[in-house]
Every structure is written in structure tokens, then in C-alpha cells.
């Protein structure tokens, strides 16, 4: 796929089907896609790097499921840090 149509697959997922779209990317032709998912990771520490909210230097896509449970611990924590500072 292109830049432009790899950019514009994720912004109709995003827009018609309200998915929440990740996208993993190792090269400079990812870095529009990358830009344009609700959460990007960067499998290369070259141009990818620069356009994604996160990036790796282990290049396996399994890092991905790494990045979603570290990002869901993060959100319970802040949720029970704000309830204890309620209390």
C-alpha cells in the first residue's frame, strides 16, 4: 500500500466504523498512518520514530500488546490516585 492509502484506510476506520485503530510502523512510509491511529508505535528508531506517540527499539509486533496493557495500568492508577486524593 502507499503512504496515502494506508493514511486514508485508518481514516475511514476511525470516521464510518468507529473503531479504535492501532498501527504499527517501521519505515518512513508509515509515519502519515502512524499520525492518524488512535495510537501509533514505532517499530524502528529511524522517521517512524519522529511521527509515532510510541516507539520501540524491540522491533516485534508483539510490543504492541506491551504498549496496551502498560497504557491500561496507567489509566488505573490515575483513576485510583484521583479517587484516594477525593477521599
Not at 9 to 16: C, D, M, Q, V, Y
Not at 24 to 47: I, T
Not at 51 to 62: H, N, Q, R, V
Request: charge should be negative; charged fraction near 20%; aromatic fraction near 8%.
Amino acid at each position: 500500500m502507499t503512504p496515502d492509502c494506508k493514511k486514508n484506510l485508518i481514516k475511514i476506520l476511525r470516521e464510518n466504523f468507529n473503531i479504535t485503530v492501532g498501527m504499527c510502523g517501521d519505515g518512513a512510509n508509515d509515519c502519515a498512518a502512524l499520525k492518524e491511529a488512535h495510537v501509533g508505535l514505532s517499530l524502528s528508531e529511524a522517521e517512524a520514530s519522529i511521527a509515532a506517540p510510541f516507539t520501540t527499539s524491540i522491533y516485534e509486533i508483539k510490543m504492541f500488546i506491551n504498549l496496551l496493557s502498560e497504557g491500561r495500568c496507567a489509566l488505573v492508577t490515575s483513576f485510583q490516585s484521583f479517587k484516594w486524593m477525593a477521599m
